[in-house]
């Protein structure tokens, strides 16, 4: 089997045992296992169940920023974007179950292995929201005393909405109101 083969694999599976198991409870014994494979295979293309979870959670932070540039790429107006964004982002992060392992508190202190990612995913997120934010200026629909400080107070808002969300499930019970609060926010920077 070929390198790119196996490597597809091994993270397939993976990411089906770190979502259903979490971080803590997976182990390398049990991913080998699923693939019919020496647990030395998983080690000779991961060194470790952080590195091999870390691909994980790259891969799936992938699809959210691919799926979310396109959001921020579309034809609509600035503040349709931006409010079509903010719920198309809960949505997406709803749906990665392993970027919620790295919400909780005790996971991050231990390990900061998954810092990079996030802070690849933080940054994505600034210019995302810089971008928005510079379109709504230049549609002369939105005006800003100091955008960099816009932009990271929006960071902040809808970083502070994912633990209740995700961790403590309230997604499902507060799918309609996010619409609402995302059309709320957009017209409260609406100039």
Known sequence: MAKPEIKS???SAATQYFSKFGFYKTTMDEIAKHIHKAKGVLYYHYNSKEELFNEVLKQELSTVKSELQKVVNSDE???TVLSNYFFKRLELLHESVNYHET???DFFEKYHFVE???EDFAAFERN???QMLKKG???GVLQFNNIDSTVNMLLMLVNSMEVPLFLQNKYSEYIHTIKELAEFLVKGLKS
């Open 9 to 11: 694999i091994i993270i």
């Open 77 to 79: 107006d600035a503040l």
């Open 103 to 105: 919400l909780k508190a």
């Open 116 to 118: 990079e990612v996030r």
């Open 128 to 130: 995302n929201f810089y």
């Open 137 to 139: 200026e230049e549609e």
